[in-house]
Every structure is written in C-alpha cells, then in structure tokens.
Nanobody
Framework: QVQLVESGGGLVQAGGSLRLSCSAS????????MGWFRQAPGKEREFVAAISRSGGSTYHADSVKGRFTISRDNGKNTIYLQMNSLKPEDTAVYYC??????????????????????WGQGTEVTVSS
C-alpha cells in the first residue's frame, strides 16, 4: 500500500511564492505518473500539473503556465509544485495524485482525475490580496 502526504500549504500574499511537496510512502517502486489538482471553495476540482514517471515530461494547465512548475525526485519518492506569482484565484486545497500502472510509458503524463489511482488528503493554500 502507498500513501501520499502533501505539505507546504499556507497563507501568502499575492505575488508571493510557495512550494508544495507530496511524499509517497510504502510500496513506492510501483508509483508512476503523478499530478497536482486543486479545489477552490464552491468549485469543482481541477487539473493543475502532471509529471511522468521519469520526470522528463511535464504538463501545466494554462491558468498556471509560466508561474507554477511541477518536478519530482524519485530518490526521495516526492513530487513538488513550485508556485510563484501567486494570485488570490489560486486559493484552493491542493491535492496530489498518483498512478500505479506498470504498463505506462515512463514519458506519459495524465490530466484527468479519473486516470489516477490514489489521492493525498490535500494541503490548503490561501492567497490574500
């Protein structure tokens, strides 16, 4: 069994930065592509960024492109979301997610919620204006 634990959320002023982390524990050798999603109050959960198993391929939502960067350190079983130039509309609970499909190509990434097998509990980010 694998567990995902997010950290790094908090309160920041507009224009500031935060770095979120998502650490996988347990049978991490099977962890494949991973992603970040967010859910703002009263809204549906939405895709933010995704990264392939190898870490060599990434994809970011248009709303965060150029401001957020996803990365991973497979040696530490951790992915990160560096968030710069934060805006009040980035306020949300941020969730990481992982796939466990050995047949996936190491360069593949995924941006649909239904494509992920496991979710973390979320970390809250609040951006004040």
């Amino acid at each position: 069994q694998v567990q995902l634990v997010e950290s790094g959320g908090g309160l920041v002023q507009a224009g500031g930065s935060l770095r979120l982390s998502c650490s996988a524990s347990g049978r991490t050798s099977t962890t494949g592509a991973m992603g970040w999603f967010r859910q703002a109050p009263g809204k549906e959960r939405e895709f933010v960024a995704a990264i392939s198993r190898s870490g060599g391929s990434t994809y970011h939502a248009d709303s965060v492109k150029g401001r957020f960067t996803i990365s991973r350190d497979n040696g530490k079983n951790t992915i990160y979301l560096q968030m710069n130039s934060l805006k009040p509309e980035d306020t949300a609970v941020y969730y990481c997610a992982a796939r466990f499909r050995p047949s996936d190509r190491t360069s593949s990434y995924y941006f649909r919620m239904t494509e992920y097998d496991l979710w973390g509990q979320g970390t809250e980010v609040t951006v004040s204006s």
